[in-house]
């Protein structure tokens, strides 16, 4: 048998759990896995994601439903995602993305309070068998490691 490690693992499941925003809460402080703090919009990387490069786009404002957006907010939120997009194919190089909103408990948000998009790049054979039978995750690249390889191409955004 082999043993797979995941040591950052611990910090999640013995440490205290937010009780605030992760999205107010990544706009009020700095060291953390934010990429991008635009005029209406954030980029920050997903601290559990399903892959290497699996970022969060968020407008700034603290909203729940795409209807109360402005229509400026609306077009800011949609290029930034672009955006992320964009330079996650020119870092990563990934085969395809996953993109998409999570609206309510019932479709999977865990953070139903503030209104975000999850976009996960997607390569060729990035799946195997320990998802399916030992439910775990390999995730290659270390979170700080992608946060220093794109966060110099999201300071060009600003």
């Given at each position: 048998?082999?043993?797979?490690?995941?040591?950052?693992?611990?910090?999640?499941?013995?440490?205290?759990?937010?009780?605030?925003?992760?999205?107010c809460?990544?706009?009020?402080?700095?060291?953390?896995?934010?990429?991008?703090?635009?005029?209406?919009?954030?980029?920050?990387?997903?601290?559990?994601?399903?892959?290497?490069?699996?970022?969060?786009?968020?407008?700034?404002?603290?909203?729940?439903?795409?209807?109360?957006?402005?229509?400026?907010?609306?077009a800011?939120?949609?290029?930034?995602?672009?955006?992320?997009?964009?330079?996650?194919k020119?870092?990563?190089?990934?085969d395809?993305?996953?993109?998409?909103?999570?609206?309510?408990?019932?479709?999977?948000?865990?953070?139903?309070?503030?209104?975000?998009?999850?976009?996960?790049?997607?390569?060729?054979?990035?799946?195997?068998?320990?998802?399916?039978?030992?439910?775990?995750?390999?995730?290659?690249?270390?979170?700080?490691?992608?946060?220093?390889?794109?966060?110099?191409?999201?300071e060009?955004?600003?």
């Open positions: 048998m082999q043993t797979l490690w995941a040591p950052w693992r611990m910090e999640y499941i013995l440490g205290d759990k937010e009780d605030e925003c992760i999205f809460l990544a706009l009020s402080e700095r060291n953390n896995l934010t990429l991008y703090k635009g005029d209406l919009s954030m980029v920050m990387m997903n601290k559990y994601p399903y892959i290497n490069g699996h970022l969060l786009v968020a407008p700034k404002r603290h909203i729940s439903s795409l209807d109360e957006m402005t229509m400026e907010e609306m800011d939120f949609l290029k930034t995602v672009k955006d992320a997009i964009g330079i996650l020119k870092v990563m190089k990934p395809g993305f996953n993109v998409g909103l999570n609206l309510g408990i019932v479709a999977g948000a865990g953070v139903e309070q503030h209104l975000h998009f999850h976009i996960v790049p997607r390569w060729h054979g990035d799946t195997n068998a320990m998802t399916v039978f030992a439910e775990v995750r390999v995730i290659p690249e270390h979170l700080e490691a992608t946060y220093r390889n794109l966060k110099p191409h999201f060009k955004l600003v």
